[in-house]
C-alpha cells in the first residue's frame, strides 16, 4: 500500500465502498445487541481499519486514504447503534408491539444526515485549527500509518485481522456453551445479614463480550464502574434492605433485586443526570468558543476549489444548508405519519412544528457538543447518555406543554411515544455528529479529503440505517424486552435494554408526573459528591487519575451482572497494558490485544443475533438446550474456568504474535 504521496490519491472505490458497507452491517448488528444488553457500545473505527488493510493489501494500488474512507463508513455502526437507547422505550410502553422499518430507518438516517451537516462547519474550529488530543481518532490514524508504511505494518496488519477471527471465534464458542447449558451464563451469590431483612450479593454475567468491552474501556472507567459496584451493592442495597420489609417467601436474591430494581436503580438515574448537566456545562465555554472560531474560519476561508488544498476542501456551505433545509421535509412527514391515527392527531400541526424546531435546535447544539466531547475524550467515552436524558427531559417537557390541554390516559401515553420518537432523531443527529468530527481528525493525520469522509459517513448512515430496524425486531421477536409486554417474544428472558428503560422511565414521569423525584433527588446528590471527588483527584494528580461520575452513576443503575464482567475486562488490559510496557514490542502487542477484545464483542454479539433467528424459526426459547443442563454451581466453575483460559490464552497469543512481527 502506498504512503500518500500523490496530489490526487485514490479514496472513493467501488471495493473500498463495497467493503466499509459489507463492515457497517455486521458491526451494527453486533453493536445494536450489546447496546440492549449492556447499553454500552464500542467504537469500530480500529477494528474497521485492520480489517480493511488486511484486506486491501492484496491490491498494489490501495492507498492509506482509501482504507480511511473504509474505516469513515464503517465508523457509523459504533455510534448509530446508540439510537437502540430509546426506540425500545416505544415498545415498553406499548406503544409498539414490533419495530416497524420505515419510521425506524427514517428516523436513524434523516438525523444521521443533520449529524454531517451540523458538525461540517465545525471541522477548522475544532479539528484543523484546534489543539484537543482526539484520542480514538489520532489512534485510528496511527493504525492506518502503521499498518501502510512498512513490511511490519503489512504483517501487523495480517495479525490483526487474524486477531478479530480468533477474538470472535472464541467468544461466538463460549456463548454456544452457554446457550447449549454446558457452562452457566451467569455466576451470582446472594445472602442475608444481620437479624433483619438486610441482604445484598453480586451477579457477573458470563460473557466475553463484556470482558472485551471493559478492555476497550479503559482501567479509569472500569475503577469507576468498580466503584460504582461498591457504592451499590456495598452500601445502597445492603441498608435499603435493611430498612424494607422483605415479601413473604422471598429468597436473599429476590429481595436485593427488588430493591436494588425499585429504589436504587432510580438513584443511579439521578447520578447520571447530575453528573451529565455538570459534564455538559463545562463543556459550554469551549463550544461556544469553537462554533465562533467556525464561523469566522467559514467567512474568512477562499471561496472556489482551486485556491484550497484538496486536504482542506469541505462540503460547499451552500449544498449543507440546502441538505439541512430539504431533510426537515421527510423528516416533519415522519413525525406527522407518527401522530396519524392516534390521539394527537388534532394537535398535530404544532406538534410537528415543535419537533421539528427542537430537531433543528437541540440537534444543532448536541451535534456540537458530543463533536467536542469526541475531541477532548474519544467518541466511546462521550457521556451520549446523559445528553440523551437532557433531550427527552427537554422533549417531554415541550410535548407536554402543547398537548397538556388534552391530557388524559390515552393522550398521555401519545405523548411520551411522540417525545420518544423526537428524542431518537436528536441522539442519532448527536452520535453522528460525534463521530464526524473524530473521523475527520483522522482524516487529516493522513492526508483524506474532508468531503469525501463526509461523503462517506452518509453512506455509512444509510447502511446502518437499514440494519437497526431489522435488527432490532428480531431481537425484540425473539427475546423482547424488560419491562415491555413483549407480545411477540418468544423467549422467557427478554434483554434488559437499561438505557431505554431510564430514557423512557423519564419521559413517563415527566408527563405523567409519577417519577419518583425523592430517589432520583437523593442519586443526584451522589453524582454532585463524584464530581467533587473527580475534580480533587484531577487536581491533586495534575490530571493524572480521574473518577468519571458518569461511570459511577452507570455501574449503580445498570445490573451488578453486566458491570462485574466489564470491570474483570478493564483490570484484565490494565495489567496486560503494564506487562507490556517493558517489551520492545509492547505497542504492537497492545494494539494486537485491541482487536482480540473487538474480536470478543463482534463474536458473541452475532452469535446471539443468530440465535436469535433461529429462536423464531423454531418457535422456542432455547433451541440449542441440551435438556436442562448441568448442575449450576458446576456450570459456574465451568464457565470461569473456561473463560480465563481464553482470555489468558489470547492475551498470550497477542504478545508472542507482536514479538514476532517486530524480530
Known sequence: MNQPSSSNPLEFSARGIALGILITLVFTAAQVYLGLKVGLTF????????????????????????????????????????????????????????????PTFGACAIGGVLGVMYTMPLRRALVSQSNLPYPEGVAAAEVLKVGTASRSGAQEGKAGLKAVVLGTVASAFFALLAAMKLI????????????????????????????????????????????????????????????????????????????????????????????????????????????????????????????????????????????????????????????????????????????????????????AVCGYMAGLIGSSNSPVSGLAILTVLGAALSVGMVGRAIMGPETAQAMIAFALFVTTVVLAVAVIGNDNLQDLKTGQLVGATPWKQQTALIIGVFAGSAVVPKVLEMLNHAYGFAGAPNQNAISDTPLAAPQATLISTLARGVIGGDLPWHLV???????????????????????????????????????????????????????????????????????????????????????????????????????????????????????????????????????????????
Open 521 to 663: 433527588g437523593y442519586g443526584a446528590l451522589i453524582g454532585l459528591a463524584l464530581v467533587a471527588v473527580d475534580f480533587i483527584l484531577k487536581s491533586t494528580s495534575n490530571h493524572k487519575y480521574s473518577l468519571p461520575p458518569l461511570g459511577v452513576g452507570l455501574a449503580i443503575y445498570l445490573p451488578s451482572a453486566v458491570t462485574a464482567p466489564v470491570v474483570v475486562g478493564a483490570l484484565g488490559g490494565y495489567f496486560f497494558e503494564k506487562a507490556m510496557n517493558s517489551k520492545s514490542y509492547g505497542e504492537s502487542a497492545k494494539r494486537v490485544a485491541v482487536l482480540v477484545m473487538s474480536g470478543f464483542i463482534v463474536g458473541e454479539s452475532l452469535f446471539n443475533v443468530a440465535l436469535a433467528g433461529l429462536i423464531i424459526a423454531t418457535g422456542t426459547g432455547e433451541p440449542l438446550a441440551l435438556g436442562k443442563g448441568i448442575e449450576e454451581s458446576v456450570g459456574m466453575m465451568i464457565a470461569i474456568a473456561v473463560a480465563a483460559a481464553i482470555v489468558v490464552g489470547l492475551y498470550r497469543w497477542s504478545s508472542n504474535s507482536a514479538r514476532r512481527i517486530e524480530a
Open 43 to 102: 467504537a469500530t473505527s480500529i477494528p474497521a481499519a485492520v480489517i480493511s488493510m488486511a484486506l486491501l493489501s492484496a491490491f498494489k494500488d490501495a492507498t492509506i486514504q482509501e482504507n480511511n474512507i473504509v474505516q469513515t463508513i464503517a465508523s457509523a455502526a459504533g455510534t448509530l447503534a446508540s439510537v437502540i437507547f430509546v426506540v425500545p422505550g416505544l415498545l415498553m410502553i406499548g406503544w409498539w408491539a414490533e419495530v416497524p422499518f420505515w
Open 184 to 367: 452457566a451464563g451467569e455466576v451470582s451469590h446472594y445472602f442475608r445479614f444481620g437479624a433483619g431483612t438486610g441482604a445484598t450479593g453480586l451477579g457477573a454475567s458470563g460473557s466475553l463480550a463484556l470482558i472485551g468491552a471493559g478492555h476497550l474501556m479503559g482501567i479509569t472507567v472500569g475503577v469507576a464502574m468498580l466503584a460504582g459496584l461498591v457504592i451499590a451493592w456495598a452500601v445502597l442495597v445492603p441498608l435499603l434492605t435493611s430498612i424494607t420489609p422483605m415479601a413473604e417467601g422471598a429468597s436473599a436474591a429476590d429481595h436485593a433485586l427488588r430493591v436494588w430494581s425499585t429504589q436504587v436503580r432510580m438513584m443511579g438515574a439521578g447520578t447520571i443526570g447530575a453528573a451529565a448537566i455538570i459534564t455538559l456545562a463545562t463543556l459550554a465555554k469551549p463550544v461556544v468558543g469553537g462554533l465562533k472560531s467556525a464561523l469566522a474560519a467559514s467567512r474568512n476561508a477562499k471561496s472556489g476549489g482551486a485556491g484550497v488544498p484538496r486536504e482542506d476542501r469541505d462540503m460547499p456551505i451552500f449544498i449543507v444548508g440546502l441538505v439541512t433545509l430539504i431533510s426537515m421535509v421527510p423528516a416533519g412527514w415522519l413525525l406527522a405519519s407518527f401522530l396519524t391515527g392516534g390521539p394527537l392527531e388534532s394537535l398535530s400541526t404544532p406538534l410537528v412544528a415543535v419537533g421539528i424546531g427542537y430537531i433543528l435546535v437541540a440537534g444543532m447544539l448536541a451535534a
